[in-house]
């Protein structure tokens, strides 16, 4: 099993047509592991978030250079060890222990489309990135004005050498707008820092960051003794690829979600070795009898892969 690359920041073409993210061993290993949900704080200092960091550009979205990332996290910096562990098995995806947030997957930027494409209208709406990896929808729904975003990864190393870097990255830099799908090219920012961050509070306060499993998560958020609204959008990609995912996955869309909310899930038809896929989560849905859901975008190119808009019956 060969290490192939998914993200943009590895490639000039950020739309690869190479479906990796799987691992054999996940068909036989049926008992996952729970982690614990930790909700990370934003750094004061906001350009040592950005401290060593690679920025490239995709969509006039900022983010990180993933493969610096990962050269950088080979020490202290990743915690829980994902990044050698992940070289060491030669896998993009170790159930229960690293869910694949170091890479950008193709079906975000499907996703990121159909927001331009369908008018997605995120204003003043409470919006949640699930499994956010970089961060880049919910980044997308920030820059539309949303009047709250959170994002959620498994991984603790993702959300803070990652995600929460893109965040601030985009906060920092805020005032470009998305171009179309035409024009995704990768380029790098320019290393000279802004001499004022005029506005980057405000967006960042709008930003919260978990890490952990999404049940744990989801408990930690309905037993806060903050008020919790529920979400108005909750936006997730590339996150039905494990069949043993789907209850949990289902039951944190049913708790999380306003009872007029939508949720936009961005999925390949089919995910080869781990056997997740759009209809198989389509159908584990009409059983529960909870949600009613509709195709409303379906991708030819390379692997088929659809989009789904999921809503309260």
Known sequence: KNRETADPSADSNPRPAVDNKHQDEATSKKKLCVKAAKQHSIPEDLYKVLENKVMEKVLDLSYVKLS?????????????????????????????????????????????????????????????????????????????????????????????EITLPNVVANCINEGGRMGSGKDRKVSKLPSKKPRKTEGSPDMLNKCRFFSGEWSQV?????????????????????????????????????????????????????YFGVGGGIYLFEKFIEEKNVFRTSTVKTIDQGLQRCIMEIAFK
């Open 68 to 160: 610096v990332v990962e050269m950088m996290c080979s020490g202290d910096a990743d915690s829980e060890g994902i990044v050698s562990k992940s070289v060491s098995s030669h896998s993009d995806l170790i159930p229960g222990v690293y869910e694949g947030g170091l890479k950008i997957w193709e079906c975000t930027f499907d996703l990121l489309d159909y927001f331009s494409e369908a008018e997605i209208e995120f204003t003043n709406k409470t919006v949640l990135d699930l499994g956010c990896g970089a961060g880049l929808l919910g980044i997308a729904a920030l820059r539309g004005k949303a009047d709250r975003v959170h994002f959620q990864d498994y991984n603790s190393t993702v959300i803070d």
């Open 218 to 270: 989801s408990q930690l958020l309905l037993s806060s003794t903050k008020a919790f609204s529920k979400y108005d959008i909750i936006l997730t990609s590339e996150t039905i690829y494990n069949p043993d995912y789907y209850s949990a996955l289902h039951d944190t869309l049913a708790q999380l979600l306003d009872k007029n909310g939508r949720v936009y899930l961005a999925s390949k038809v089919h």
